[in-house]
Nanobody, 114 residues
Framework: VQLQASGGGLVQAGGSLRLSCAAS????????MGWYRQAPGKERELVAVIIGGNKSIYADSVKGRFTVSRDSAKNTVYLQMNSLKPEDTAVYYC?????????WGQGTLVTVSS
C-alpha cells in the first residue's frame, strides 16, 4: 500500500485548507484511514479518522472545525480544515491500517499564521 498526501500549505488564521490522501495497492474496505499530525517538539497525534468506512473519530481540538471524508471509489480520504488556528500548524500524515498492518504517507506541512 502506498499513500500520497497533498494539499498542505500556508494559510492565515481563520482560513481553510483541504488535504487529500490517495491510497494505492491492496486496499480493503474494512479499514482504518485518516489523519494524524505532529507539531515541532510534540508527539504525533490523531486528528480525524474513518473506521470501517462509516464511523468518524475526531480529536477534541478539531471537532466542529475539521471534517474527514472518504471516496471509496477513488480510495481517497480527505480532511477539510476550516477556522484554522496557529496551533493547527504541523506536519499532517495520512494513515491506513488493515489486518494489523499500518502504512503512513509522507506528510504534508500545514502552517497557520496569526
Amino acid at each position: 500500500v502506498q499513500l500520497q498526501a497533498s494539499g498542505g500549505g500556508l494559510v492565515q488564521a481563520g482560513g481553510s485548507l483541504r488535504l487529500s490522501c490517495a491510497a494505492s495497492g491492496s486496499i480493503f474496505s474494512l479499514n482504518y484511514m485518516g489523519w494524524y499530525r505532529q507539531a515541532p517538539g510534540k508527539e504525533r497525534e490523531l486528528v480525524a479518522v474513518i473506521i470501517g468506512g462509516n464511523k468518524s473519530i475526531y480529536a477534541d481540538s478539531v471537532k466542529g472545525r475539521f471534517t474527514v471524508s472518504r471516496d471509496s471509489a477513488k480510495n481517497t480520504v480527505y480532511l477539510q480544515m476550516n477556522s484554522l488556528k496557529p496551533e493547527d500548524t504541523a506536519v499532517y500524515y495520512c494513515r491506513y491500517t488493515a489486518y494489523a498492518r499500518t502504512y503512513w504517507g509522507q506528510g504534508t506541512l500545514v502552517t497557520v499564521s496569526s
